[in-house]
């Protein structure tokens, strides 16, 4: 059995080794460490989720939970775990200067974080993680070293360090409560949890880990971050990290929190962060900013999805994930050269032909229209919030197609300029090859997903069953009959 | 006693917490949030450890002949321990961005900071920023600048 621990050691161990090569004058071997690594960490996680049965615990370290730390290996922490070095590769700052080695071995670093954050089981562990995110993301929003990217850097990691603060207060508080913080240890624990001091105990969670998740009230820092810094790094924060911090928040509400009032909290969120986020993306008239924008309200409607109860809100949250991961990492490189305001883009399409075809695809996409998997992502939140039935998830259903409708009128905008005829012969740069690859890639996968859409549905199925169980969790980790040390 | 004390330790982990979580809401100075987050992060950590904490207990040290003797929850102390750490990182992160901030603005004050990368986004981006008729209401009104580059300033 390969041992997916080494899945987050070895780029933590790139992240710091990584350094040296650049004092050495060992630039070649800087070069491919980190792709190769990545690449080894991909392959790991590729061949536990190929060999995979069941679910099963690593006890590291060789300590028993619940006092021992645990690494908790299933359906969903794979996929999401899997994301992580394949995106970090498909994003990767190539060059061989400084900087560049700088801002890969932070990249690394955030790989090794957001892995841990998706295979650990233990609440303190999962906040160690995040901190080790935030940590190297806050590195890379100051990547770019202007002024406005250390302003940026610097707003972002007082919110990010606010929220820390307030998580760390509210573990406290569930250890005053419970007096354990391993995941499976809590969820036998989880009525002590059901009353006001519990909610504000997840509330106070759900503003740590919502700052990197760009939840509503904390999310401030996330256009001035991706306007001043690469686009490369906007990409790997909207689309890789915040996915991780929504993947601890949902394993935090499905196994700690079971409670219908923590699910009312994160809805009101994520309808609050629709709202705001699609908003304030029809008012920006830069690219950059209205997508950055616009993956609040995307991110808005994640959070809605995984709030529905049972295995329904489950698949509709992953699939809105992985297919907003995919469409705003995309969209993110191409906004590379196109990332200024959106009436210089005219004749765009001229220029870059196969650039602007790409940007429809996904935008189309991010939209939902019918083939294309955004379209089946959409549809699995509205049809869950329809069934659920409530007035807030009614409420929710009508914000989030109101969303829809705002998100076309500023997508086609964007759009309708791409292919306008150009002013003045002034024609927009087209775009660097890499980006291009990298974003075809990322379109192949979408239009794959798009026709493999039975096989995809299956295996949803049989992720968000596991999932969801929460007696399988508990009885692997702590019946001891899943773990191996 | 144990209890009077104990109420003077609550009281101060959670009014350390407010008070820095405050100082961080409503400073602009940019060296006295860095100070404000120390603050509030000490307080969360004397609650952490109070979590943990008993009175007729010993500190968790295990030494051969005494492993009877009742103990002081050592969990939350090695959290704390963790937590210590990260906090001092992240604060000398802070203060390093604190410092190129004040290398490329020549400014301590967060409103005039962020302004400044607003403006200087807006015109990356080829933005007109927006002014008085289109920006949100409510912004409180930038104070006239005092003091403009000075020696240590801007290096680009």
Redesign the interface.
Known sequence: MTDVTLAVVLPLLGAFLLPLTAHRGLHWLGMLLGPALLALAALLLFATWTAFESPYAIALGGFAPPLGITFYVDLLGLLFALAVPLTSLLLWPGGSDEAAIRQQSLTLLLAAALTGMALSGDLFNLYVFYELAAVASYGLAASSATGPAFVAAFRFLLISALGSVVTLLGIALIYFKTGTLNLAHLATLSERLADPQGLAAFAMLLIGFGVKAELFPVNAWVPEVYAATGKRVAALLAGLASKLAVLAVVRILLLVFPHDEARQLLLLLGTLGVLSGELAAWQARDVTRMLAWSSIGQLGVVLVAFSLPGKAGLIAGVTVAMHHLVVKSALFLLADRWGGAVDRLKGAATASPLGAALFVLFALSLLGLPPLPGFWSKYLVLSGLAEAGSGMQHLALGVILLGTVIEGGYLLRIITRLYAAPERDIVPPAHRFPNLFASGLLALLLVAGAILIDPLWQGLNTLAASATDTQVYVQTVLGGKGITR | MNWAIGLVMFVGAVGL?VI??AG??MSNH?FR?VLA?AV??A???L??I???YRWDAAAPILLPGHSTQAMV?P??QA?VL??IV?GV??QA??LS??I??RQ??ATLD?RV??Q???D???Q????VPPRSQEGPAGERPLPAPTRTIEAGG?HD
């Open positions: 917490s820095g979580i961080m809401l940019l949030m987050l509030a992060e307080g969360a950590n609650l952490l109070l979590a943990g929850d969990v939350p959290m963790t937590a990260i990182g992240v992160l802070a961005l604190v190129r901030v490329h603005y967060m900071a962020r400044r990368m607003q200087a986004l807006d990356a981006a080829g933005v801007p």
